[in-house]
């Protein structure tokens, strides 16, 4: 809060007002000089640990005496703001740290401090263990993802804007360490809403590869098998697809058996070997060009990682399969 002038500081006259720009200020007559009041500087940092914890400190002293907040305080005089912030996260929790970026900028009015300007910094934790210091009586790491109750407006915004700009970063990491685990199809992920696109439309991708390997010049032998007989056995592939790719490496024996009987199989009906691991590539484009060109996957950035993903995971087992084909065909021929 904005305190009253009585006196001159320069010659000790009594203040008067004087209205400058269409705002009555303060204003010494004797020196002809305007006081101006300026809203004061203060810096928060966010720091955030490998668990996704934002550090927080509990306040002291008032204002907001015993709740929650970022590390933060008043800029000193010959103080730039970055150094300002890393010496009020060292006095108040103990660590050492390094400006990362600036997260955000508030015009903020404290009913104790007036206005305020609150500027807020990503700070990288350079040293030091957390320990309660100036002006808190504790600090400790919270969830970030958790909602909190924080002292001042500011932090909470600051706090969300670190999250914002992290948020497709996080769906990124945590895409990649569910890689290789067998986990229930969330279809709110992107790489699983593909997999969700190929359980709802397997029909039409295994029509458009029954028309394709019909034809196709490397799949001749098809031609002369019955649709009827050849459908089934698509659709078998495509609808099972998303399942099988969720399933937990060590249980995938079951899947690769399968792929061992369709070579045996197909050895034992005629087909060339060449023949089936072209019919296995056609099964692997059809599911790409009609799954990929939906749902946007390309225009946001977490998106196009997932659709990446997708493909690298796709293509993978693919692979495998091919891998499995080929074994139970030779095996069939040995036989």
């Known amino acids: 809060m904005s305190v009253k002038r009585n006196y001159c500081l320069r010659c000790g006259a009594t203040i008067g007002s004087k209205t400058v720009d269409g705002i009555k200020r303060e204003y010494c007559p004797t020196c002809d000089i305007v006081f101006y009041d300026n809203p004061l500087p203060v810096v928060s940092s966010v720091v955030v640990n490998k668990k996704r914890e934002v550090l927080l400190v509990l306040r002291d002293r008032e204002p907001q005496q015993a709740r929650w907040c970022l590390p933060s305080g008043f800029v000193e005089m010959n103080e730039t703001i970055e150094e300002a912030v890393l010496r009020e996260l060292h006095e108040e929790t103990g660590l050492t740290g390094k400006v990362v970026r600036l997260l955000d900028i508030v015009s903020y009015r404290n009913e104790f401090y007036g206005d305020l300007i609150w500027i807020s910094f990503e700070v990288q934790r350079i040293d030091g263990e957390v320990v309660a210091g100036d002006d808190a009586r504790d600090a400790r790491y919270w969830p970030i993802t958790k909602t909190l109750d924080l002292a001042f407006p500011p932090n909470a915004k600051a706090i969300k804007r670190y999250r914002e700009y992290y948020q497709e970063l996080w769906k990124m990491q945590d895409s990649f360490k569910r890689l290789g685990k067998g986990r229930k199809l969330d279809i709110s992920i992107p790489s699983d809403a593909m997999y969700e696109i190929i359980a709802r439309d397997a029909h039409i991708i295994t029509e458009n590869w029954v028309a394709d390997v019909m034809q196709n010049p490397t799949t001749t032998s098809y031609a002369g098998f019955d649709r009827d007989d050849i459908?089934?056995?698509a659709y078998k592939v495509v609808?099972?697809?998303g399942e099988w790719m969720l399933t937990?490496?060590?249980a995938m024996s079951a899947v690769w058996d399968y792929y061992r009987g369709v070579g045996r199989k197909r050895h034992e009906e005629g087909f060339k070997l060449s023949e089936v691991l072209s019919a296995m590539?056609?099964?692997r484009k059809h599911i790409f060009t009609h799954v990929l060109p939906q749902g946007g996957v390309w225009r946001k950035q977490?998106?196009?990682?997932?659709?990446?993903?997708?493909?690298w995971r796709v293509n993978l087992f693919f692979d495998k399969s091919a891998y499995y084909i080929t074994l139970g065909y030779e095996e069939a021929g040995e036989n």
């Open 231 to 233: 459908y089934p056995r």
């Open 239 to 241: 609808s099972q697809f």
């Open 248 to 250: 937990p490496t060590d």
């Open 281 to 283: 590539s056609l099964t």
């Open 302 to 311: 977490f998106a196009r990682y997932s659709a990446i993903e997708f493909m």
